[in-house]
């Protein structure tokens, strides 16, 4: 797989706090789209904006690997994966349409890659530190943490409750898995994980409701 090298020869001179403040609407972007929106500054990549190309790769790069890292389970190859979404994006910005959030557009392109990776690696892969429970970005927040210092007995139990979370999670069939990590991990709602899985928002509903039961099901003895 190529890798796009995230520097300013590949991306531009200089990261822009928001780029386009100084584009004109008429540059690509309707006149009832917020010129401010992530789709907007996409549109106008696609009208040769470069820095808004730098400005969105700088938004969205690192929660790309963390989404990936969990689907993929190897870090090395979900950075390589992150870098192919940006590629991708670029290869494809002038047939893009801001008919859905830039951010559906983004997740389905992850997904699809990781999918496919996860697909052609099934076989090659082993047991791996998947780590569901890092500390939320905007939050920094992390799962079952008690507010004290853990006893060594109450770091062992959380451990394992942590390690059978990851284990069922990544049991999951795979669609349900791709929802609960843009659910609970992503932060997503029903109708932005519906788009990227190309399902209604009722049926992502449903999709979420049975993984969760399973994971109730399966994680009955660490509740």
Do not use: C
Not at 114 to 119: D, E, L
Not at 164 to 171: G, T
Not at 209 to 221: I, M, N, V
């Amino acid at each position: 797989m190529a890798t796009l090298v995230l520097d300013n020869s590949a991306l531009g001179a200089g990261l822009a706090a928001r780029p386009g403040s100084t584009q004109p609407l008429g540059s690509g972007v309707p006149y009832d789209l917020d010129p401010a929106s992530d789709a907007a500054v996409m549109l106008r990549v696609a009208a040769g904006d470069e820095a808004g190309f730098n400005y969105l790769v700088e938004k969205y790069h690192r929660a790309m690997i963390h989404f990936l890292f969990r689907m993929v389970r190897n870090q090395a190859v979900a950075e390589e994966l992150a870098q192919e979404v940006f590629l991708r994006v670029y290869r494809s910005r002038e047939s893009y349409r801001a008919e859905a959030k830039f951010t559906t557009w983004l997740y389905r392109i992850a997904t699809n890659l990781a999918v496919n990776q996860a697909r052609d690696t099934r076989h090659e892969r082993a047991a791996q530190t998947i780590y569901l429970d890092a500390p939320d970005e905007e939050t920094g927040t992390t799962p079952d943490v008690a507010d004290d210092e853990p006893s060594v007995e109450q770091r062992l139990m959380r451990d394992e409750r942590m390690a059978a979370i990851r284990a069922h999670v990544m049991a999951l069939p795979e669609r349900q898995r791709m929802a609960v990590l843009m659910h609970k991990y992503q932060g997503m709602d029903y109708r932005q994980i519906g788009e990227v899985l190309k399902l209604s928002e009722s049926a992502t509903k449903s999709l979420l409701f049975r993984a969760y039961q399973t994971l109730r099901d399966k994680l009955k003895d660490f509740v």
